[in-house]
């Protein structure tokens, strides 16, 4: 019975630790999001998942969000929002309203879109999942940021 029991909290940690990597670099509150963005003159990167439930958020996660290729780019030219419909695990009541709503202002309709946006909420870009692992997906937003230099 105790082996069971051992298993039991074993895999509970397993599945209630941070679905992302580096998570802690991924802010939740979109407001906090653009203050950040205004005053470090960055872009916001805002992932729109369904972290534990989604099969190409899960891929796009582990091909790109949690490398450090793509965390070393972001952390120097962008604000990163992860704005999650997690099934499996609760976010905090006024997360979930701030995401249900920051859904229907940008019309997102699927998982995961990626929206980058100015720090007034401007969307500059949309994408969602793109094969090529990080050195594509940084490609890309260098490409972005070209287009969108002030």
Do not use: H
Not at 1 to 24: D, H, N, Q, R, W
Not at 91 to 110: F, T, W
Not at 127 to 139: E, L, S, T
Request: with cysteine; net charge positive.
């Amino acid at each position: 019975m105790s082996k069971k029991l051992c298993f039991l909290a074993i895999v509970t940690m397993f599945v209630s630790a941070p679905i992302f990597a580096g998570e802690s670099d991924w802010m939740t509150d979109f407001e906090k999001a653009k203050k950040t963005a205004k005053e470090k003159n960055l872009l916001i990167l805002a992932d729109f998942s369904g972290s534990d439930w989604c099969g190409w958020c899960k891929k796009l996660n582990k091909e790109v969000f949690s490398t450090s290729e793509f965390q070393s780019f972001a952390k120097k030219n962008f604000v990163l929002l992860l704005v999650d419909f997690p099934k499996m695990k609760q976010v905090p009541e006024n997360v979930a309203k701030q995401n249900n709503e920051l859904q229907q202002k940008y019309g997102v309709r699927g998982y995961p879109t990626v929206i980058i946006m100015d720090a007034d909420g401007k969307v500059l870009d949309t994408n969602g999942y793109q094969p090529g692992g990080a050195a594509n997906y940084v490609k890309y937003l260098k490409e972005v940021l070209k287009k969108n230099k002030k």
